[in-house]
């Protein structure tokens, strides 16, 4: 699990969130409302939402889009989470059977890490976090 989580609010747009993600190379980010977590936005999401919209459009134009549209109509929502005590196993099958790519982690009720794909591969794999940007 990562305890450094970087989240959003629902009512931040598009623009922003593509920008945290390229800068941040996240793939997953919790939305956030009052402090309590409203949903999880992706990569594919964010594909989703723009690329109808943006195809063969000039950058300015897809930059006004991308401004014009809220989390809170892309995110996935009710979030699935998991708690910190729950076995790495389980929150490798519940992303399986549910084909999601994260699961944040929530302890009394707050946000208080992300498990992503790259955290089990890491894990069953044996590698340490730490030396993972030496591969």
């Known amino acids: 699990m990562s305890r450094k989580v970087v989240s959003i609010s629902a ?12 800068l941040g190379r996240v793939r997953h980010l919790p939305v956030v409302r009052h402090g309590q977590l409203v949903g999880v936005v992706s990569q ?6 723009s690329l109808s919209n943006v ?7 897809q930059t006004l889009f991308l401004e014009g549209v809220n989390i809170s109509q892309v995110m ?8 910190p005590e ?7 099958r519940i992303m399986a059977v549910r084909k999601i790519g994260c699961l ?3 302890e009394d009720s707050k946000l208080a ?8 591969l890491r894990y069953f794999a044996g ?3 730490a030396s993972a940007s030496e591969s």
Not at 11 to 22: A, G, K, P, T
Not at 76 to 83: A, F, L, R, V
Not at 86 to 92: D, G, I, N, T, W
């Open 76 to 83: 996935s929502s009710p979030p699935i989470s998991i708690g």
């Open 11 to 22: 009512d931040d747009n598009l623009r922003i969130v593509d920008e945290i993600m390229q």
């Open 113 to 120: 890490g992300i498990v992503t794909e790259t955290d089990l």
């Open 44 to 49: 594919r999401d964010l594909l989703h939402a």
């Open 127 to 129: 590698v340490p976090a």
């Open 86 to 92: 729950a076995p790495v196993q389980e929150a490798a």
């Open 104 to 106: 944040p982690v929530i």
């Open 55 to 61: 195809m063969g459009v000039a950058s300015e134009e």
